[in-house]
């Protein structure tokens, strides 16, 4: 399997960005999607993540209310929308797959990487 990530960019806080997570080499079914970031200085930290089974979402609490992870299975794409953008959301923004996946929950553990976008809040 194969993760792209795109959408990274300079934003001023409060702003919006979308970012995107295309997966080739598997089709979007049973499988469990996480987003997370690492900023500089910083350990890696989840952000938020989607089961596949139904779609269940869910969110790292500095981002709820903030950030809506949504996926295509057409486009066999998962987004992570970020709006009320801050300084501290600063970080490279990875995903992450588990395939397959038949949980309504998110996995501890994930074994496809992509290789990340970069996110930088500041005015």
């Known amino acids: 399997a194969q993760l792209v990530e795109s959408g990274g960019d300079l934003v001023q806080p409060g702003g919006s960005l979308r970012l995107s997570c295309e997966v080739s080499g598997f089709t979007l079914d049973y499988y469990a999607i996480g987003w997370f970031r690492q900023a500089p200085g910083k350990e890696r930290e989840g952000v938020s993540c989607i089961s596949g089974r139904d779609g269940s979402s869910y969110y790292e609490d500095s981002v709820k209310g903030r950030f809506t992870i949504s996926r295509d299975n057409a486009e066999n794409t998962v987004y992570l929308h970020m709006n009320s953008l801050k300084p501290e959301d600063t970080a490279v923004y990875y995903c992450?797959?588990?395939?397959?996946?038949?949980?309504?929950?998110?996995?501890?553990?994930?074994?496809?990487w992509g290789q990340g976008t970069q996110v930088t809040v500041s005015s």
């Open positions: 992450a797959m588990v395939y397959p996946w038949y949980g309504y929950d998110c996995p501890h553990e994930y074994k496809y």
